[in-house]
């Protein structure tokens, strides 16, 4: 393959691997841009909440109305999150306890399982996403293989998909314990030894993962939990795809 041929090819392959952020860092240092490959680059910034940051005289005039378009999709609500209040209950079964967080990707909200009378982790996901079907579909793809992955103690498990019309929730274990993000931001360095238990612990989930197909898509520190009883816990299996994780100062994640 000749040098051209692989750059164009680079940020389109890292786009259908998930990879938003190096496709776009990789766009971003070309000193000029076909209109091809600034659509890319604008489905990019939208997928990473950074479209707002695309200065509008440097878009070209062909697509000057899909820019547009797409500001347009970002400044109307991404959720109806601020007006599902506690106790309402969500696809008739999921009653709100509260918001969790709020991230890139949508919010994630504490629901009660009224059915099976347990605790769910509920992840709304922001309509400018699901909008985008190559993103919809790899999502749906991905929270389904996640579904089938057989149960083990270190995966918080992950229940259902949820679709309606343009919404989508995803609803899956909720693990009532710290990120690890939250631990290495109050104790800065940890001794070697909960080092080594984290990394055994995380390492022993993704190989029963992998060994069934089911890749994560996207593990940061904010994706690995400590559990009260003290267990660590590979969360949002099916439901990160790299995109990041809803920040928040509360626990609880699935």
């Not at 909440?49 to 695309?54: A, Y």
């Not at 599902?84 to 949508?106: F, I, Q, S």
């Not at 940890?190 to 994560?216: I, K, M, Q």
């Amino acid at each position: 393959t000749k040098p051209a041929e692989l750059n164009k090819q680079v940020p389109q392959a890292l786009e259908q691997i998930g990879l938003y952020v190096p496709a776009l860092a990789f766009l971003l240092r070309r000193p000029s841009l076909t209109p091809d490959e600034f659509r890319i680059l604008l489905r990019l910034h939208r997928r990473n909440g950074t479209l707002s940051q695309v200065a509008p005289e440097s878009v070209p005039k062909e697509l000057a109305g899909e820019f547009a378009d797409a500001l347009r999709a970002i400044a109307a609500p991404t959720t109806d999150a601020e007006s599902v209040n506690p106790g309402a209950v969500l696809h008739g079964r999921y009653r709100v306890v509260k918001v969790l967080g709020r991230g890139r990707m949508g919010f994630v909200f504490l629901a009660q399982d009224q059915k099976h009378d347990r605790a769910v982790a509920v992840k709304r996901v922001a309509v400018h996403l699901t909008d985008d079907p190559a993103f919809r579909d790899r999502l749906v793809r991905a929270a389904t293989a996640a579904w089938h992955l057989e149960p083990h103690p270190g995966i918080a498990k992950f229940h259902k998909i949820v679709s309606h019309g343009r919404r989508l929730d995803l609803i899956g274990e909720f693990v009532d314990g710290e990120a690890l993000t939250g631990v290495l931001a109050s104790r800065r360095m940890l001794p070697a030894v909960e080092c080594a238990t984290y990394a055994r612990e995380v390492l022993a989930a993704l190989a029963w993962a992998h060994e069934r197909g089911v890749t994560h898509g996207g593990l940061t520190p904010a994706n690995v939990m400590r559990t009260r009883e003290g267990m660590v816990k590979v969360v949002d299996f099916g439901s990160s795809l790299g995109a990041e994780a809803p920040s928040s100062s509360d626990i609880g994640s699935f």
